[in-house]
């Protein structure tokens, strides 16, 4: 049995953070943790209003469950009790914490996934006007730049970046941004300018365009991927997926849809909503399965908690057990 505790909290981000849907000043994050004595096991999740969430439905959803966890509640058990989403990802992220603190082993070795080991990570640039956005990537000083889009201009703001950093990697989020009118000529542009991946071009209720339409880049889905049984829809309309822990619910089907989407033949990307190094360190697992490895949320905020994941220039290093796992 462990106790449950359920804590939202917040984190300025550094300037702002903006995308195709909107801007925002600080990331609220949810918190559980789970205490068995001496041995607390943490998680971190980020309701998000795409997907119908809200910081104050989420505590609720979690605070209901404590008489179960408590009870003796086991991480399968929980797969059936919660939906994918932010809830379950947090708690699902806390057991394997506590499990791996209760067995004396790495989370990694319970799950039978490789040793993470320090990956390369985009850093995101946000929706701006082209000299802006040609300004911040020159003053990243990152290897892989994310470059969000999903606006009218989009061509000028790829042409500008790709001026000011002509031997810099660049992938692109469009957030849903494109339409049937516009994904043609932005896709040709990005394969001009040499853009390794495009990220949800098309609002994901639209997207069966992608299949009857040349990737002339490959396409990665992200507001269209989310657990194990949406899987199948994806196949021949995206050439990767975006796995975020927060839409899974956890690490548990992340894992699961990492391999499944393998089998199928899709590409890799670990990614992350803007929080702390906690929501990152399950993610890290995650890594070693990737072609693309998006875990800059802590870079974008003002402040991180303590103790933090080691970000050197362009590359996160695997969390420590004080943190997580």
């Known amino acids: 049995m462990a106790l449950l505790h359920v804590l939202a909290e917040s984190f300025p981000i550094r ?30 999740c980020v309701p998000y209003a795409r997907y119908g969430e809200s910081v104050a439905g989420v505590v609720e959803e979690l605070t209901a469950l404590a008489g179960q966890v408590e009870a003796g509640m086991r991480r399968d058990e929980l797969q059936f009790v919660l939906p994918p989403g932010a ?34 990570t985009a850093y995101t640039i946000s929706l701006d006007t082209p000299e802006a956005m040609a300004q911040a990537a020159r003053a990243s000083g990152h290897d892989l730049l994310k470059l969000k889009l999903g606006a009218e201009g989009d061509i000028a703001r ?29 896709l040709a542009a990005c394969a001009r300018l040499g853009i390794e991946l495009v990220e949800q071009p098309l609002p994901a209720a639209q997207d069966e365009l ?16 989310h657990g194990l049984d949406g899987l ?10 975006n796995i975020k822990l927060d839409k899974t619910g956890g690490l548990t089907e992340a894992i699961e849809l990492a391999r499944a989407a393998q089998a199928e033949g899709l590409a890799i990307m670990v990614g ?30 003002a402040q991180d908690r303590e103790p933090a994941l080691r970000y050197e220039g362009s590359v996160v290093y695997p969390p420590e057990p004080a943190l997580w796992g």
């Open 210 to 225: 992608l299949a009857r339409i040349e990737h002339s880049v490959p396409i990665c889905a992200d507001e269209s991927a």
């Open 15 to 44: 300037g702002s953070f903006t995308i195709a849907r909107g801007s925002k000043s600080e990331a609220a994050v949810v918190r559980v943790e789970l205490r068995d004595g001496a041995r607390v096991g943490q998680g971190e």
């Open 232 to 241: 199948a829809a994806l196949i021949g309309r995206y050439d990767a997926l």
């Open 272 to 301: 992350c909503m803007v929080a702390t190094s906690l929501a990152m360190a399950p993610a890290m697992l995650l890594a070693p399965l990737a072609g693309f490895v998006d875990l800059d949320g802590p870079l974008l905020l």
């Open 158 to 186: 790829l042409k500008a970046v790709r001026a000011a950093v002509p031997q810099t990697r660049l992938i692109v989020d469009a957030n849903e941004g494109w339409t049937a009118d516009t994904i043609a000529g932005n």
């Open 87 to 120: 809830a379950r990802n947090a708690l699902d992220c806390a057991f394997w914490d506590l499990d791996a603190k209760r067995a004396g082993l790495r989370v990694h070795e319970l799950a039978g996934l490789p040793a993470p080991s320090p990956a390369l």
